[in-house]
């Protein structure tokens, strides 16, 4: 069974200045990756997501992650953050055979202070 | 364009009671996912409809759930006897391919 672990709960930031949000998983198997932010009252909305290839993957709004296998790790990075990306993010974690079975971590609420 | 749309955006029912919770896709998608959202659990998988095909049910928490979709298209959650754990946010994707993509804004259940 895989998990996913989101250690801050809440990660303020200054305008402008870089952001990472961290993202753990544990799984026995070929996984695939994804980060997706929630603003209030909304739905989500992908951001990003690893499948294959290049570790290192560009999604929207400026975002980035980068799959470290080794570290199991999928950490999300904005170098310069605007008052708009202010947001709960969840990473998420599915198997190969199964990827619309997503397992989210408990989220990241980003706040961003002008 | 339009998005993923879902009705009612707000639902408070006394325990006991059914209810339906409908979910439009985008137009065209074949994929359709139905997630939950509540404090105590936070995200979870229910159901995935992809086409024809028999729906993955592995996420349904009980028997009183269940959920349909109608000509590749519109899906209805229902959840019969409700009871106050199944209070949380409904949230429905569509997508083409096998992950969830677009969500809706999500259907607020609230069990009296």
């Known amino acids: 069974a895989q998990s996913v672990t989101q250690l801050d709960s809440q990660v303020p930031v200054f305008e402008e200045a870089p952001v990472e949000l961290r993202c753990n998983y544990s799984?026995?198997?070929?996984?695939?990756l994804f980060w997706y932010v929630q603003y209030p009252n909304q739905g989500l909305q992908l951001l990003l997501k690893?499948?294959?290839?290049?570790?290192l993957v560009k999604g929207i709004n400026g975002f980035e992650a980068e799959f470290n296998k080794s570290q199991t790790s999928f950490h999300l990075r904005k170098p310069s953050v605007h008052i708009s990306d202010t947001a709960e993010y969840f990473c998420?974690?599915?198997?190969?055979?199964?990827?619309?079975?997503?397992?989210f971590g408990s989220g990241t609420r980003l706040l961003v202070r002008p | 364009g339009a998005g993923v749309s879902q009705s009612p955006s707000n639902k408070v029912t006394e325990k006991g009671k059914d209810v339906e919770l409908r979910c439009d896709p985008i137009?065209?998608?074949?994929?359709l996912y139905w997630y939950r959202q509540s404090l105590g659990q936070g995200l979870e998988f229910l159901i995935y409809?992809?086409?024809?095909?028999?729906?993955?049910k592995s996420g349904l928490p009980s028997d009183r759930f269940s959920a349909e979709r109608t000509g590749g298209s519109v899906s209805t959650l229902t959840i019969q006897r409700t009871q106050q754990e199944d209070s949380a946010v409904y949230l429905c994707?569509?997508?083409?391919?096998?992950?969830?993509?677009?969500f809706g804004d999500g259907t607020r259940l609230s069990i009296l």
């Open positions: 690893y499948l294959s290839g290049s570790t």
């Open positions: 998420a974690v599915s198997e190969k055979d199964s990827s619309y079975k997503l397992i």
């Open positions: 799984s026995s198997v070929s996984v695939y």
């Open positions: 137009s065209g998608h074949t994929a």
């Open positions: 994707a569509s997508s083409f391919g096998y992950q969830p993509q677009h």
């Open positions: 409809f992809q086409g024809n095909s028999a729906p993955d």
